[in-house]
Nanobody, 125 residues
């Protein structure tokens, strides 16, 4: 079994920055592709960013490209999401997700088997 625990959420003003972290335990983290998704009130969960098991490939939603950066540290079993130039529309619960089955598309939640509980990010205007 894999456990994912997010941290780093909070309240920030528009234009500010936050860094989310996700700590993984239970299985070989270095074999997992990892992703971040978010869900705003009244909206469906949406893809934010993903990173391959090696860290060599990354993917971003158009809405966060250039502002968010995903990274991982396989020695520490963590994946991070650095969020800069935050906007009120970034307000959501952010979820960390992981999976070890190879897929062609890591921007869909169907490619992930393990999910964290989520961390709230609120951006005030």
């Amino acid at each position: 079994q894999v456990q994912l625990v997010e941290s780093g959420g909070g309240l920030v003003q528009a234009g500010g920055s936050l860094r989310l972290s996700c700590a993984a335990s239970g299985r070989t983290f270095s074999r997992f592709h990892m992703g971040w998704f978010r869900q705003a009130p009244g909206k469906e969960r949406e893809f934010v960013a993903a990173i391959s098991w090696s860290g060599g490939s990354t993917w971003y939603a158009d809405s966060v490209k250039g502002r968010f950066t995903i990274s991982r540290d396989n020695a520490k079993n963590t994946v991070n999401l650095q969020m800069n130039s935050l906007k009120p529309e970034d307000t959501a619960v952010y979820y960390c997700a992981g999976g070890d089955v190879v897929y062609s598309d890591y921007t869909t939640d169907h490619s992930y088997d393990y999910w964290g509980q989520g961390t709230q990010v609120t951006v005030s205007s």
